[in-house]
């Protein structure tokens, strides 16, 4: 059944195919409303004076790591680029216009801080046989991406698990 | 060393506003998170839905308020089985699955975390954390550096499979 993927899809596999620049530094002003919108009072992301016990400065809450790659909504002189380009261009050559994500990995190597510039790069691990779900007909994929920082230090890396399907 | 320790329950209710800013600061701009109209009429859903981000920021938040801010997560998976809503109360129910001391003021922790609405488990998440659970706090977790970080999260995770 894997033979029935196109070659273009299959070459993908095991190899970096997508990589995300940082359209935004890591600010203490975002990380710290969307701590406002969990109701998180650690003081780590909040007191320097606290935080400085522990990192040396405040630290941006560990949730947001791949939200520092995403584009703006909108920008003056661009077009947007869209998150996880490499889960769309999936959809799109096996023609499955639906995805949700089913499963998400997350590991947190260094702390990321205010200033940082977060990078990332995207690579197909595996793609199931066709399968056939509740949702519709498709394929589940996992996509592994590995964030660096502007010293080219791994910060963290995700495995998504997705479904792409078509009803 | 393995154990099964039941974690306090903690609760957070979700409503449009903070499922709303979940998603918009961390950057989510996907409308099924943050646009009524379109969540109902196009999304085909009940109602905006909470992104990953925020419910694994509620994830972490359960963590560093059982142990504190010297906590640092090494590693969360979760399963979403069902979108969160607004206005849905969320109780967090966890448990100690596995204790590895490293050093004397460093452990592993496996947390196992089921999350859910009136007794319906909507999501279940795993995960891996440093805490330091001796009255001395000279050493952070934070202080140690990544390459050292990665070996034990790597070490924890071959044991837990």
């Known amino acids: 059944m894997q033979a029935e993927l196109p070659k273009e899809i299959t070459k993908l596999i095991g190899k970096i195919s997508f990589e995300d620049s940082s359209p935004i530094l890591v600010q203490k002003g975002l990380w710290q409303n969307f701590c406002s919108a969990i109701e998180d009072s650690n003081p780590i992301y909040w007191n320097e004076s606290e935080a400085i016990k522990h990192a040396n400065e405040l630290i941006a809450h560990p949730a947001l790591l791949p939200s520092w790659t995403h584009d703006f909504e909108w920008h003056p002189n661009r077009k947007k680029v869209l998150p996880m380009q490499l889960h769309f261009h999936l959809k799109e050559v096996l023609n499955l216009p639906l995805g949700i994500v089913t499963e998400v990995e997350i590991e947190y190597y260094e702390p990321i801080k205010n200033g940082d510039e977060i990078s990332s790069n995207q690579k197909l691990l595996s793609i199931s046989e066709p399968v056939t779900t509740k949702l519709g007909n498709g394929r589940y994929w996992v996509i592994e991406v590995t964030y660096f920082n502007q010293r080219e230090i791994i910060v963290g890396k995700q495995n998504m698990h997705f479904l792409g399907y078509k009803k | ?161």
Not at chain 2, 44 to 52: A, G, H, S, V
Request: aromatic content about 8%.
């Open chain 2, 1 to 161: 060393m393995s154990s099964n320790i039941t974690l306090p329950i903690s609760k957070f209710v979700t409503s449009v506003k903070n499922i709303q800013a979940g998603a918009i600061y961390s950057r989510d701009w996907a409308p099924l998170h943050s646009d009524q109209d379109w969540a109902i009429n196009k999304g085909n859903l009940p109602n905006i839905i909470m992104n990953n981000y925020t419910l694994n920021g509620l994830v972490i938040k359960y963590v560093t308020d059982l142990y504190g801010d010297a906590t640092r997560i090494g590693k969360v998976s979760f399963k979403i089985k069902k979108p969160i809503c607004p206005n849905e109360t969320l109780e967090f129910h966890g448990s100690i699955i596995s204790e590895d001391k490293v050093s004397e003021e460093l452990s592993f922790l496996n947390i196992n975390l089921d999350i859910k609405i009136s007794d319906q488990i909507v999501s279940s998440a795993k995960i891996i954390t440093g805490v330091n659970l001796t009255e001395k706090k000279l050493n952070s977790p934070w202080k140690i550096d990544s390459k050292t970080w990665k070996s034990y999260i790597d070490e924890v995770t071959t044991k837990k499979s």
